[in-house]
């Protein structure tokens, strides 16, 4: 066994990881998809959303939190593996106000791509409607709590790429919301469109103004191919 290497199974398939990766990391590297949705390769891991949840030696971890360690068995692509992260993504949709029809992310959303994926039909239960705030005070940037899952993203962003505090985040449970560094709104924040935190957004909760329909519906990230697509396609080239 090699200090320098850690081996262990995802879905019965060996894997060859760095001893400091995550389980996503490796997989990723592998060739292996697991959905993820507050994950980003240049950020810190989260572990908001659990979207990426798998089983390690039969318990579920998130797999963008746990290390690799040797001989450890992770059940990624399975049925219950599936449902349960379709579940996380039905209470987001109904959680939320989610008008993809409407919405300029539409084909580029990570939600809604992982909702197609994950073969989201009618949710289970009923949509709360709840009154969210829009913020357009901004020049150039705008904010739709309507679409915001709390992923935590942009938050990170600010904080750790852009070294500012834009972003955070206030009460708790189903009234946690999204806030600002500023009582005048975004308009009020050191905020630019530049900033990596106003382009990282998994949804169309924080866009840029007048970009929306650069890129015409139809020809969009995931109207070409599904999410997890261009990690799958790694491994045909492995
Ligand atoms: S992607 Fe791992 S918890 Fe969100």
């Not at 760095?18 to 592998?30: F, G, R, V």
């Not at 829009?134 to 750790?160: F, I, P, Q």
Request: net charge positive; charged share 25%; hydrophobic share 35%.
């Amino acid at each position: 066994m090699s200090k320098d290497s850690v081996t262990f199974t995802i879905d019965g398939v060996e894997i060859h990881a760095k001893p400091d990766q995550s389980i996503l990391e490796a997989a990723e590297a592998a060739g292996v998809y697991i959905p993820r949705l507050c994950h980003q390769k240049e950020l810190l891991p989260g572990g908001h959303c659990r979207v990426c949840t798998v089983k390690v030696n039969g318990r579920p971890q998130s797999a963008c939190t746990f290390p690799v360690n040797n001989g450890i068995v992770v059940e990624n692509n399975t049925e219950e593996m599936t449902a349960l992260r379709r579940s996380i993504i039905e209470f987001l949709f109904v959680e939320g106000n989610h008008y993809c029809p409407s919405c300029e992310a539409s084909g580029d959303c990570e939600l809604q791509a992982l909702a197609y994926r994950l073969g989201m039909m009618a949710p289970q239960s009923p949509y709360l409607y709840e009154r969210r705030e829009l913020d357009a005070t901004h020049k150039d940037v705008y904010l739709d709590r309507n679409r915001c899952v709390l992923c935590g993203r942009c938050v990170r962003a600010s904080k750790e790429l852009d070294g500012k505090n834009v972003f955070g985040f206030e009460e708790r449970g189903l009234r946690k919301r999204l806030s600002v560094n500023s009582a005048q709104g975004l308009a009020g924040t050191d905020l630019t469109a530049k900033d990596r935190a106003a382009s990282i957004c998994p949804t169309g909760c924080l866009v840029v103004k007048r970009q929306a329909y650069q890129v015409p519906v139809g020809q969009r990230s995931y109207d070409k191919a599904p999410i997890g697509g261009d990690v799958e396609r790694k491994k045909a080239t492995v």
